[in-house]
């Protein structure tokens, strides 16, 4: 049924735009749209304000599924200005309603103001692989019974199999006969499984867009980039489909979602949580970490697996924390040059703050060394364990991954043996000089340049300064926090933390005693 008031202009204009949405023709949408910095669009995924922004997730998202216009209803808000209601039949099954407000704009009818409610989706196949209520049901008690996990698409699941975030390789691969120990700790803590969650491929990237099953949304930052590798747990995290992401961290894979959409994300200490049963990218710096909302659920989680008695799957090495933390911060002033001036800015207010608490920390500014020369040896090292490992299928299959992950590997099979040696010894160094760095005090730093970039935007530059900040970590193998207590334009920005080795949970607590100083009033 239609209104049948509804003015002829205004219909024609409707039934202009509802063809141009099922063409995904981006031109006519474009003009449909008002111009300007007040037109809005929202959806279960956020608001977007202004045209540009529009613009912008149109030209990313592809055309409409089928569908037929069943009901259109008016209601006049003023001169020159409607409010239109219409319900969506898809073809292919379920209901949608769309709620615009239109006004005429020089003589044509233009949308001011729109809102999307989609058909009920079955799963977000962006976020997730495999999911369930629960996927797999953990012990009935424990400490972290009542929690849900979304599990990376790199760890092993009885009678699943690994996908590494390449529709080719998961065909290809074989079900696992044995969970993986970072799996089973949480499962015998009392947590679920929430799914299997989706990865860049072969966990070959920061970014978190993945050309086979879509981007993941960004539940902090409507229409930007989510980070990667850990993708799909961070965004099953962060719009609350899951309490805890198990994920993976070889240059930043960890940290740097968790700074993009609002997390806590901890890297810990390279080798104390055995890969048994992950599918490595790079040896020498893959780690096993989790995502989370809050610190408490994060030191909750790194208290299990973490400790001797409560982990199966914990190498011991250095004892369950390491001892308190020194309440000593040092910035480095060569990451901090990679830092945009938003966030730097936003950063040295905190510093300011927090320094005149009535708890406060000190800081002293450091050397790190050359970044350049850091990230370049970690390439090249990172780049000959990838081909080692993924060489022989990837040219067994070629075409098989999206381009820039191609790329990468491109260059990483070009790495001679003779250029890994050398760069593995100027590796020696760096590693060292970090490690004496943080024997009695804990590095303190933006996690990366600033806000997640918008998936539009050319992200080559932030990933090169992205890498620069989070590489020095993986170099010496320390436990590294991403705490979200920077907002820069709207959007959270982490605050790195890096200690010396096996003093992951004192680490997290130590975050937490910043956290808490911020959520008092510090810096505000």
């Known amino acids: 049924m239609t209104d049948a008031t509804i003015p002829a202009e205004l219909r024609d204009a409707f039934d202009a735009y509802e063809r141009a949405i099922v063409a995904n023709d981006l031109d006519a949408l474009d003009a449909f749209f008002a111009p300007g910095s007040d037109t809005l669009r929202g959806d279960p995924a956020g608001l977007l304000v202004g045209h540009d922004a529009i613009s ?54 233009l949308i001011t103001a729109a809102h999307v409610a989609p058909r009920t989706p079955a799963l977000d196949r962006s976020i997730w692989r495999s999911v369930g209520d629960p996927f797999q049901q953990g012990a009935w008690e424990g400490p972290l019974a009542g929690l849900t996990v979304a599990v990376k698409d790199l760890f092993a699941i009885a009678g699943f199999r690994i996908g590494a975030g390449n529709p080719t390789y998961l065909e290809g691969a074989r079900p696992e006969k044995v969970t993986a120990p970072a799996v089973a700790d949480l499962l015998r803590a009392g947590a679920s499984l929430r799914g299997i969650a989706r990865t860049d491929e072969f966990a070959y990237s920061i970014a978190g867009d993945n050309v086979h099953y879509g981007t993941p949304p960004n539940g902090a930052v409507v229409g930007a980039l989510p980070g990667g590798s850990s993708s799909g747990p961070a965004s099953a995290v962060a719009v609350g489909h ?45 780690t096993i970490g989790w995502l989370t909302r809050d610190g408490d659920t994060l030191e909750r989680v790194a208290e299990w697996c973490l400790s001797y008695d409560g982990s199966a799957s914990t190498e011991n090495v250095y004892g369950a924390s390491g001892g308190d933390l020194p309440w000593r911060f040092l910035v480095p002033d060569e990451i901090l040059a990679c830092v945009e001036p938003a966030t730097r800015e936003a950063f040295s207010k905190l510093l300011a703050a927090l320094s005149a608490s009535d708890d406060p920390p000190p800081f002293r500014a450091v050397e790190t060394g050359d970044l350049d020369a850091a990230f370049t040896a970690f390439r090249t090292v990172q780049g000959a364990e990838a081909w080692r490992n993924n060489g022989e299928w990837l040219r067994a299959h070629p075409g098989a991954v999206g381009p820039a992950v191609a790329e990468r590997f491109a260059v990483a099979a070009r790495i001679t043996p ?47 300064a992205t890498l620069r900040m989070t590489a020095p970590a993986a170099i010496a193998g320390l436990p590294s926090i991403s705490v979200p207590l920077l907002t820069v334009d709207g959007a959270p920005v982490g605050v790195c933390l890096v200690s010396r080795a096996g003093t992951d949970i004192a680490l997290v607590r130590l975050a937490r005693r910043l956290a808490a100083l911020v959520e008092a009033g510090v810096g505000r």
């Open 56 to 109: 912008g997730f149109r030209s990313l998202r592809g055309g409409v599924p089928p569908r037929d216009i069943t009901d259109v209803h008016y209601r006049p808000l003023g001169p020159d200005v409607a409010l239109l209601m219409s319900v969506s039949r898809f073809r292919g099954g379920g209901r949608g309603l769309q709620t615009q407000v239109w006004q005429r704009i020089d003589g044509s009818w």
């Open 242 to 286: 899951a309490d805890i992401g198990l994920a993976t961290d070889t240059a930043g894979s960890i940290r740097v979602p968790a700074s993009y959409q609002g997390l806590w994300g901890l890297r810990t200490t390279h080798d104390l949580v055995p890969r048994q049963g992950m599918l490595p990218l790079a040896q020498s710096f893959d």
């Open 418 to 464: 003779a250029d890994e040696d050398a760069a593995r010894r100027d590796l020696e160094p760096i590693a060292a000089h970090l490690a004496e760095l943080v024997d009695g005090a804990v590095l303190v730093f933006p996690t990366v340049p600033g806000p997640a970039p918008q998936r539009t935007a050319d992200v080559d530059a932030v990933r090169a």
